[in-house]
Antibody, heavy 117, light 113 residues
Framework: QVQLKESGPGLVQPSQTLSLTCTVS????????VHWVRQPPGKGLEWMGG???????DYNSALKSRLSISRDTSKSQVFLKMNSLQTDDTAIYFC???????????WGQGVMVTVSS | DIVMTQSPSSLAVSAGETVTINCKSS????????????LAWYQQKPGQSPKLLIY???TRQSGVPDRFIGSGSGTDFTLTISSVQAEDLAIYYC?????????FGAGTKLELK
């Protein structure tokens, strides 16, 4: 069955770079896209960006200058890197797989990332 | 970017009531090529990931009870929950997938009266 699981550090210092991994199973990264969505504590959902089956990427323009999404198809992993973190980047970060063409039907459990010194 | 505006932000209900949540987009989500509205609804309970309820504005995801009904077209959409049950207490979000960046509404919190 389709599964996604996020992993990464729970605490990142301000100005540092966040690196998260989404490990997927039950589907192929070459024929499906994986996206990242984040949710600050007590707030709503923000689409960050995604990597499509052909390897191309799409980013939220508000984050584009700081964000990079890549993948390793051999390991069934998708990576998120975001630099210059600030306290308002504190959030739960979810990876999610959309059904065509863009509703999100499978989600990881999410990983809480706190930006603090 | 397409802005999604949800109302109300919170709603207090009693079990058995019917509730309506509204979602308005800043531009039409109706694609003329297939006459489909690129709008989804999600339910999120505390400590959980969002759960897809509705896509194409009115198609229920497999396993979603038929008391959840999505309607609307163009820029105005509605999620109706008939005969609300205690397990329906959650935050509900609409999302457009007409164009990237995909955007969500701010959410509607359904609470017990």
């Amino acid at each position: 069955q389709v599964q996604l699981k996020e992993s990464g550090p729970g605490l990142v210092q301000p100005s540092q770079t966040l690196s998260l991994t989404c490990t997927v199973s039950g589907f192929s990264l070459t024929s499906n896209s994986v996206h990242w969505v984040r949710q600050p504590p007590g707030k709503g959902l923000e689409w960050m960006g995604g990597i499509w089956g052909d390897g191309s990427t799409d980013y939220n323009s508000a984050l584009k200058s700081r964000l990079s999404i890549s993948r390793d198809t051999s390991k069934s992993q998708v990576f998120l890197k975001m630099n210059s973190l600030q306290t308002d980047d504190t959030a739960i970060y979810f990876c999610t797989r959309p059904g065509y063409p863009g509703w999100f039907d499978y989600w990881g459990q999410g990983v809480m990332v706190t930006v603090s010194s | 970017d397409i802005v999604m505006t949800q109302s109300p932000s919170s709603l207090a209900v009693s079990a058995g009531e019917t509730v309506t949540i509204n979602c308005k987009s800043s531009q039409s989500l109706l694609y003329s090529g297939n006459q489909k509205n690129y709008l989804a609804w999600y339910q999120q309970k505390p400590g959980q990931s969002p759960k897809l309820l509705i896509y194409w504005a009115s198609t229920r995801q497999s396993g979603v009870p038929d008391r959840f009904i999505g309607s609307g077209s163009g820029t105005d959409f509605t999620l109706t929950i008939s005969s609300v049950q205690a397990e329906d207490l959650a935050i509900y979000y609409c999302q457009q997938y007409y164009d990237t960046p995909y955007t969500f509404g701010a959410g509607t919190k359904l609470e017990l009266k």
